[in-house]
C-alpha cells in the first residue's frame, strides 16, 4: 500500500510514521483539507491539515535536542499536533494518563529523565517546577522555514504504558516500524478514504485511538471528529454523529452499551460502521447496538504490545462473537501453554512487524512476553473457525479453576448480560479451600430483581462446574477509560461510590452499621444529638480508612436533619436507626411522657428523617431507604411496650412507604438484625445491675439470653446490612426482612 505521499508502506524498516503520513517535510504542507473537528472545549474548532503541520513543525523546533518528551493532555486538536511535533524533532513520545496525579506525572518524568513535556492548559501548572513546558502554538502565521523529519525503522517512537490489568503497568517500547507496518496491514481489510468522517472517543494515547482513529484517519486524508470529554449521554452522542456525518466511529464498549439501549431510533445519519476496541464487547451489547443504529458493530484485537492483531473485514461482519481475522502479515498460533503443542483453544500466540522490541528496561519481562523464535505469547485463549474469525474464549490468567475445571470469566458475563435486568457485569475467581477458586459475579442492575433469578438464569445455560457461586450487586462495574474491568477497585468494596446517612451513628449499632458500611467504602454520613460522640466515632472510622463525615442533627428536627443532608450532598441510602430518647440510666422511670417519647423519637424521627432524603432519591430515580426493627416485643422490661409499638409501626411505614414510592426507582425496606450483643443491651448488660427496676430487668434478660446462645452474630447483621445497602433486596420493597431472608441471596 502506498499513502498520499507515494510512499510504500509495506517497506516500513526505514520510514518514519511522520513522513508516512505528511510527507519529508512537515512545514512543507499545503493541504488545506479539513482534518480535525475539535469538540472538547466550550466551542467546536477546526484544523486543517496543514493547521496540524504547521502546528506541529513549530512544537518540533521547540522540543528539537530532547531525547524523550512527555505529553500530558486530554483528546484534542493539540494532542494530534504534538504526537506528531515530537516524533519529526526525533524524540520519543512518552504520553501520561492527564487525569492522573502530578506525583504519578513526576514519578514518570523522573524515571525516564524527561524534563521537557508538552501539556494541555489544565496540566501544566501542576507539573514538577523542574521541568521545561511547551504549548502547542497553532498561529498559522509562524510558519517553519524548513522542518526535515527522520527517518525512522527501528527507532523507538513511542514509550507506551501496557494496560497494567493484570499487573503493575511497563513501558512498552514501540517504534517507527511497528507503528508504519501497522497502519499498512491495517488498510488490508479496514479502508478509509477522504469522503469519510471519523468519531473518536478512546484516548489518543492508547493504541486504539492512537492507530486506528488518529494515524489511520490521518493517513487516509478522513476528517477526525474529536468527541466531547466526558460524553453528555448517548442521545447527545448520536446527534453529534448526525451532525459531523460521522461515517465510521470508534468507540469503546461502555459507549456501545449506551447506545443500544437507546433502542431503535429513526435519526438519520451517515453512519456505515461501529467499531469497539479496548475491551471486549458483550455479543449481546453488539447486537443491540447493530438493531439500534441500523449498522454493522464490530470488532477488533489488540494490544500495546501488538499494536492491532486482528480485524473485521470491512464488508464482511462475521460472528458477532469474533474480533475478525488476522491482519495481512501477522502469524497466529493456538498453543497449550503446558506443553507447548498446538491445541484449540489455546494460547493465542503472534507473530509480526508491529510486534514490539519488547519493555523498556526489563529483559525479563521482555522475555516472558516474546520468546527466541519472535512468537509474542498474549494471554489470550483462542480459537478460530473455518472462515478464519478469531474468537477470544478467555484470558489465562484471569481463568477461574473450579475443583479441576476451567471456567472463562467472560463467557459468565456474556451469559449475565443476556438477563434483561442485568445492566453490566464482571466475574471473578473467588478463592476457595475446597473448589480452589469460585465463580463471583458483580452486576449492575437496571431494575431490582433477585439476584438468585440473576444467578438461575446462567445455571440453565451451563454445565454445573460453570455456575456462579457467589453474586454481588455492585453500583457500577469500574472500568479503565479502554473499558477493561479494574479488579482492584472492584474488590476493594461493594459499596464504593454510595452515599450513605447513618442516624444515631455515633454508638452502639448505629456505629457498628455505620462502621460496616464505610469498610465496603461507601461514602458515609452518621448523625445524632452527642457532638462529642460523633466527633470520636468519626476520628475512629476514618482512622480505619472509612470516608466518615458527621453532623449534629436530632431526628425530631426536620431542619436540622435537612441542613445535614444537603451539606451532605446526593444521598443514595437511609439507613434509619432511631433509638430511645437521651441516655439509658435511672431516669427513664415508668412514666407516660417517656412511653410517648421513646415512640415519638423512633416512629416520627423515622418518618422525618426519610422524608428529607427522599426528594433527591425520586428525582434521580434511585435509591433506598433501610429501617432498623427488632423483634423487642418479646422482652420483660417496662418499656418493651413502647419499643415494640415503635418498631411495629416502623415496618407498617416501610410497608406503606413502598406502595407510595412504587415506579421511583427507590427502594424501602425493614431490617430485623435480630438480637444482638451491642448498643443498649451490652450497655445494661456491662453496666450489671443498679437497683434500677427496669434496668436490672434488661441486664438480666440479656445474661439470659446470652447464656442461652440467643444472641445473632453481630458480624453477620452488619454484612446483611451491607447487602442491603448493595441493593440485595430491592426486589423486596416494603417487606421485613431478617438475617435468614438474605442468606441465600449472598449463597447462591
Not at 342 to 350: K, M, R, S
Not at 352 to 363: A, V, W
Request: glycine fraction near 10%; charge should be negative; charged fraction near 20%.
Amino acid at each position: 500500500m502506498k499513502d498520499g505521499n507515494g510512499v510504500d508502506l509495506a517497506d516500513a524498516d526505514e520510514i518514519g510514521l511522520v513522513e508516512a503520513i505528511w510527507g519529508p517535510d512537515l512545514a512543507a504542507v499545503t493541504d488545506d483539507r479539513l482534518a480535525v473537528v475539535d469538540l472538547t472545549g466550550d466551542e467546536p474548532r477546526r484544523w486543517t491539515r496543514r493547521d496540524l503541520a504547521v502546528a506541529a513543525a513549530g512544537v518540533a523546533a521547540r522540543v528539537r535536542g530532547a531525547r524523550t518528551v512527555g505529553l500530558v493532555m486530554e483528546n484534542c486538536a493539540e494532542f494530534v499536533v504534538a504526537f506528531h511535533g515530537v516524533l519529526a524533532a526525533g524524540a520519543v513520545v512518552l504520553p501520561l494518563d492527564p487525569r492522573a496525579t502530578p506525583e504519578s506525572w513526576a514519578s514518570a518524568l523522573g524515571a525516564q529523565g524527561v524534563d521537557v513535556v508538552v501539556a494541555g492548559a489544565r496540566q501544566r501548572a501542576l507539573l514538577p517546577a523542574d521541568v521545561t513546558v511547551v504549548e502547542v502554538d497553532g498561529a498559522p502565521e509562524r510558519r517553519e522555514a524548513s522542518c526535515p523529519v527522520p527517518a525512522g525503522g527501528t527507532r523507538t517512537a513511542v514509550l507506551a504504558s501496557s494496560s497494567g490489568t493484570q499487573g503493575k503497568p511497563k513501558h512498552v517500547i514501540v517504534t517507527h516500524r511497528n507503528l508504519v507496518a501497522n497502519l499498512a496491514q491495517i488498510a488490508g481489510v479496514h479502508v478509509l478514504s477522504e469522503a469519510d468522517v471519523v468519531l473518536a472517543v478512546t484516548p489518543l494515547r492508547h493504541i486504539y485511538g492512537m492507530q486506528m482513529a488518529m494515524n489511520n484517519a490521518l493517513l487516509t486524508a478522513a476528517l477526525i471528529v474529536l468527541a466531547p470529554t466526558p460524553l453528555r449521554g448517548a442521545a447527545d452522542l448520536l446527534d453529534l454523529v448526525a451532525e459531523h456525518g460521522v461515517t465510521v466511529a470508534y468507540l469503546v464498549p461502555g459507549v456501545v452499551a449506551e447506545l443500544g439501549a437507546l433502542g431503535r431510533t429513526s435519526r438519520g445519519t451517515a453512519l456505515k460502521l461501529v467499531v469497539s476496541g479496548g475491551a471486549p464487547l458483550a455479543v449481546t451489547t453488539a447486537l443491540e447496538c447493530s438493531a439500534a443504529l441500523g449498522v454493522p458493530v464490530v470488532q477488533g484485537l489488540g494490544m500495546t504490545e501488538a499494536g492491532c492483531i486482528c480485524f473485521t473485514p470491512d464488508g464482511a461482519p462475521g460472528p458477532p462473537d469474533t474480533v475478525g481475522v488476522p491482519l495481512p502479515g501477522t502469524e497466529v498460533r493456538f498453543v497449550d501453554p503446558a506443553t507447548g503443542a498446538d491445541a484449540v483453544p489455546g494460547e493465542l500466540w503472534i507473530r509480526g512487524p508491529q510486534i514490539t522490541p519488547g519493555y523498556l528496561d526489563d529483559p525479563d519481562a521482555t522475555a516472558a512476553l516474546i520468546d527466541a523464535d519472535g512468537w509474542l505469547h498474549s494471554g489470550d485463549l483462542a480459537e478460530r473457525d473455518a472462515d478464519g474469525y478469531v474468537r477470544i474464549v478467555g484470558r489465562l490468567k484471569s481463568m477461574i479453576k473450579y475443583k479441576g475445571h476451567q471456567v472463562a470469566p467472560a463467557e459468565l458475563e456474556d451469559l449475565l448480560m443476556t438477563h434483561p435486568a442485568v445492566a453490566d457485569a464482571a466475574v471473578l475467581g473467588e478463592p476457595d479451600p475446597v473448589a480452589g477458586e469460585l465463580p463471583r459475579a458483580f452486576v449492575v442492575l437496571a431494575e431490582p430483581v433477585p439476584l438468585a433469578e440473576v444467578v438461575e438464569h446462567v445455571a440453565a445455560r451451563v454445565p454445573p462446574h460453570k455456575r456462579i457461586r457467589l453474586i454481588e450487586r455492585v453500583r457500577v462495574v469500574p472500568r479503565s477509560v479502554t473499558g477493561k474491568v479494574v479488579r482492584a477497585e472492584l474488590l476493594e468494596g461493594p459499596l464504593r461510590g454510595l452515599s450513605v446517612v447513618v442516624t444515631g451513628g455515633g454508638r452502639g449499632l448505629g456505629r457498628a452499621f455505620a462502621s460496616a458500611v464505610a469498610r465496603a467504602r461507601a461514602n458515609v454520613l452518621i448523625t445524632g444529638r452527642d457532638e462529642g460522640v460523633l466527633r470520636a466515632t468519626a476520628a475512629q472510622l476514618a482512622d480505619d480508612g472509612g470516608q466518615v463525615s458527621w453532623a449534629v442533627a436530632d431526628v425530631l428536627d426536620p431542619e436540622a436533619t435537612r441542613r445535614a443532608v444537603e451539606d451532605f450532598g446526593d444521598v443514595d441510602v437511609l439507613v434509619n436507626n432511631a433509638a430511645l430518647p437521651g441516655p439509658i440510666g435511672p431516669a427513664w422511670t415508668v412514666d407516660p411522657d417517656e412511653w410517648w417519647r421513646a415512640v415519638e423519637v423512633t416512629v416520627r424521627g423515622t418518618m422525618a428523617t426519610t422524608r428529607a432524603v427522599l426528594p433527591g432519591m425520586i428525582s434521580r430515580g434511585s435509591g433506598r431507604v433501610i429501617s432498623i426493627v427488632s423483634n423487642a416485643g418479646r422482652t420483660r422490661w417496662p418499656h418493651a411496650s413502647a419499643y415494640s409499638v415503635a418498631k411495629a409501626a416502623q415496618i407498617k411505614f416501610v410497608e406503606n412507604l413502598a406502595s407510595e414510592l412504587r415506579g421511583t426507582g427507590v427502594a424501602a425496606l425493614a431490617f430485623d438484625p435480630g438480637l444482638l450483643d451491642e448498643g443498649m443491651t451490652r450497655a445494661h448488660f456491662e453496666r450489671g445491675r443498679t437497683g434500677e427496676h427496669w434496668a436490672d430487668t434488661i441486664h438480666d434478660w440479656a445474661l439470659e439470653a446470652k447464656e442461652a446462645g440467643r444472641f445473632a452474630n453481630v458480624d453477620d447483621a452488619t454484612a446483611h446490612l451491607v447487602r442491603l445497602v448493595a441493593g440485595f433486596a430491592d426486589h423486596r420493597s416494603g417487606r421485613y426482612l431478617t438475617g435468614d431472608d438474605l442468606d441465600p441471596l449472598h449463597g447462591c
